[in-house]
């Protein structure tokens, strides 16, 4: 693979990761960050999240819940997702503390307020490297089914970026190509690092 990707969402973790785990199963150089202040996860009610800090192993987190009500947790999918997280990587990462060192070439978001939260840290932090990034947002709504697709869709609209000579040439009709092809409409941006 010629380039090195982040999907990023916003603090729970699912649609970043299961477009990494797709990614990563296909080979792909790809990591995964959330942008909140914490790893907010369902709780009994919408005004009772469970809520972890940045770093706290996924293990930790599908215990704490398989404690708390297994079925619950199994029910409404948290579990598992937290399963397959564990198989990918060890703890949520936070996109302003991890990816500082301007190695990634193709940045995936998958809520327009992310999107503009990691255009914004781009082009307010240095930029030693004055390395392009490509910051692409696809829209999916926030939940394990959606995510599912979102993670399908991501993985081929990398397979297609990674088809051309030079993405910076060829982005334009790229997704031009892949928002007639799937009738999803994509916002992109070109920061540098």
């Given at each position: 693979m010629k380039y090195r990707y982040a999907m990023v969402c916003s603090s729970n973790q699912n649609r970043s990761m299961e477009a990494h785990y797709l990614l990563k199963r296909h080979g792909f150089d790809v990591s995964s960050y959330g942008t909140g202040a914490h790893v907010k996860l369902p709780g009994p009610s919408l005004r009772e999240p469970n809520v972890y800090e940045f770093g706290t192993p996924y293990k930790?987190?599908?215990?704490?819940l398989r404690r708390k009500d297994p079925e619950l947790y199994k029910r409404n999918?948290?579990?598992p997702m937290l399963k397959r997280n564990i198989g990918v990587k060890a703890a949520p990462q936070r996109w302003q503390d991890n990816a500082l060192d301007g190695s990634f070439?193709?940045?995936f978001t998958f809520e327009?307020?992310?999107f503009d939260?990691?255009?914004?840290d781009l082009n307010t932090r240095e930029q030693p490297f004055m390395k392009t990034v490509l910051v692409i947002n696809l829209e999916v709504k926030d939940n394990h089914e959606e995510a599912a697709i979102g993670g399908r869709l991501t993985f081929d609209l990398c397979q297609e970026i990674e088809a051309a000579e030079s993405w910076e040439e060829s982005i334009d009709d790229i997704i031009a190509a892949f928002e007639k092809?799937?009738?999803?409409?994509?916002?992109?941006?070109?920061?540098?690092?």
């Open positions: 930790q987190m599908f215990d704490d999918g948290i579990l070439d193709i940045v327009e307020k992310v939260t990691v255009v914004e092809r799937h009738r999803r409409k994509l916002l992109y941006s070109i920061s540098f690092y």
